[in-house]
């Protein structure tokens, strides 16, 4: 999948600064206001080009003009788009143009840092039975069993993710995109239901 995105990026690579500048600056405006997963294809379309334009320091030579509504991210300076995952505790919400730390855990909103970290914390054991070493598979009759029943908890806890606390932060950012995918678990876009 890696070869095939990196296939991708080679159109954006094409560029030149000015058109990938205002490429990124119309996608960000068909982005607000809106909830994304990370698997849609414009996301993936506009994290190829934003590592393109990190490399290239798009935002920084000002070429075009986000739209208002997305303010400076304080670490590239890039606009503020936050994606969120399954890692939020520990790296908060992530930038989707550096790959660092755009919010920390503590600079969420209040409202929102609590059940943010309820999900965070009942996540991660789901999560950790992909991780069991030979000595906690053995505790388990069935680890292909328990693997299975993790999976399944896992896609009804993004979907929940994606539809009941990720909405709530568009009330203090311009677009929100979570993660919607546990490989460790096998569990795909596809197999993580939202309902409208």
């Known amino acids: 999948m890696d070869r095939l995105w990196d296939e991708y990026s080679q159109a954006f690579r094409k560029f030149d600064d000015l058109t990938l500048a205002r490429w990124m600056a119309q996608t960000l405006g068909q982005l607000e206001g809106h909830v994304w997963r990370l698997s849609h294809p ?13 490399d290239r320091q798009i935002w920084l030579q000002r070429l075009a003009t986000a739209p208002a509504a997305y303010p400076e991210s304080n670490c590239c300076r890039a606009p503020l788009l936050p994606l969120l995952t399954r890692e939020v505790l520990e790296s908060g919400l992530i930038c989707q143009h550096c790959g660092d730390t ?3 855990l503590a600079e969420i909103p209040d409202d929102l840092q609590s059940p943010i970290r309820g999900w965070a914390e009942s996540y991660a054991p789901v999560h950790a039975v ?4 030979e000595e906690e598979q ?3 009759a069935d680890y292909d069993q328990a693997l299975e ?22 009330d203090f950012y311009p677009a929100m995109v979570w993660e ?12 993580v239901v939202v309902k409208p």
């Open 42 to 54: 414009l996301i993936g379309a506009y994290r190829v080009a934003s590592r393109w334009a990190h």
């Open 102 to 104: 755009v919010v920390p």
């Open 130 to 133: 992909a991780h069991w070493d």
């Open 138 to 140: 053995r505790r388990v």
């Open 149 to 170: 029943t993790a999976a399944t908890q896992a896609e009804t806890m993004l979907g929940f993710l994606g539809t009941q606390i990720v909405p709530r932060l568009l």
């Open 180 to 191: 919607d995918q546990d490989e460790c678990l096998e569990v795909r876009p596809e197999d």
